[in-house]
């Protein structure tokens, strides 16, 4: 089946824009997660879905990115007023319930300049 | 604070070597801990999940151990391949403070043919 799919995949943008990230989760999976890996580093957790729960926000580093995930499905991840450092690839996974394998899509690879 | 450490940062062995990736994680309160392999440039594909309740995980020529009393978990690759080249990520999922999912900084794993 198809796996988890996010758009776009490559992102350039201008200082103090803002951008959205879409992920789609595989069908049926009700966890949702995203990360952000910099340029050699390793991955940062952001935000967590489960099911019609409350997020998970905790590792959301400033008030600039939100994230939501609606009708249980479809997430998308905003930046407001990017900065040179929000430069990363964004990944986004899905698992079929909390504490289950986790499933990855391809990223989406963001430049801001 | 969960924290996960990955040694060695990267590693280079001729083919047909046994090999063992490292990981440790400071908080032993941990759900679940999933390996992951990620080639340059693109997403991370899963390779074992070892739930806190099991003590390892086989699947092909890998096979992951986890001790959680030690906040140890091993990767041991079989005969390697010229094909694992790639970066070897573990990650723990944790099960206070919610289900966010940590992940070290990998482990660059070169097989030379």
């Known amino acids: 089946g198809a796996g988890v799919s996010q758009s776009p995949s490559n992102k350039v943008t201008e200082k103090g824009k803002d951008v959205e990230l879409r992920c789609d989760p595989i069908?049926?999976?009700?966890?949702l997660y995203w990360y952000r890996q910099s340029l050699g580093q390793g991955l940062e957790f952001l935000i967590y879905?489960?099911?019609?729960?409350?997020?998970?926000k905790s590792g959301l580093p400033s008030d600039r990115f939100s994230a939501e995930r609606t009708g249980g499905s479809v997430s998308t991840l905003t930046i407001q007023r990017t900065q040179q450092e929000d430069s990363a690839v964004y990944l986004c996974?899905?698992?079929?319930?909390?504490?289950?394998?986790?499933?990855f899509g391809p990223g989406t690879r963001l430049t801001v300049t | 604070k969960q924290e996960v450490t990955q040694i060695p940062a990267a590693l280079s062995v001729p083919e047909g070597e046994n090999l063992v990736l490292n990981c440790s994680f400071t908080?032993?309160?941990?759900?679940?801990l999933q390996w992951f392999r990620q080639d340059p440039g693109k997403g991370l594909t899963s390779l074992l999940l070892?739930?806190?309740?099991?003590r390892e995980q086989t699947s092909g020529r890998l096979n992951a151990s986890l001790d959680k009393s030690s906040g140890r978990s091993t990767l041991y690759i079989a005969a390697s391949q010229p094909g694992d080249s790639a970066t070897y990520l573990c990650?723990?999922?944790?099960?206070?403070?919610?289900?966010?999912?940590?992940f070290g900084a990998g482990t660059r794993l070169f097989v030379k043919a």
């Open positions: 990650a723990g999922a944790g099960n206070t403070g919610g289900f966010k999912t940590i």
């Open positions: 069908s049926g999976h009700t966890a």
């Open positions: 908080d032993s309160a941990i759900y679940n």
């Open positions: 996974a899905s698992s079929p319930r909390t504490g289950y394998e986790q499933y």
């Open positions: 070892i739930q806190s309740s099991q």
């Open positions: 879905f489960q099911g019609n729960s409350a997020p998970d």
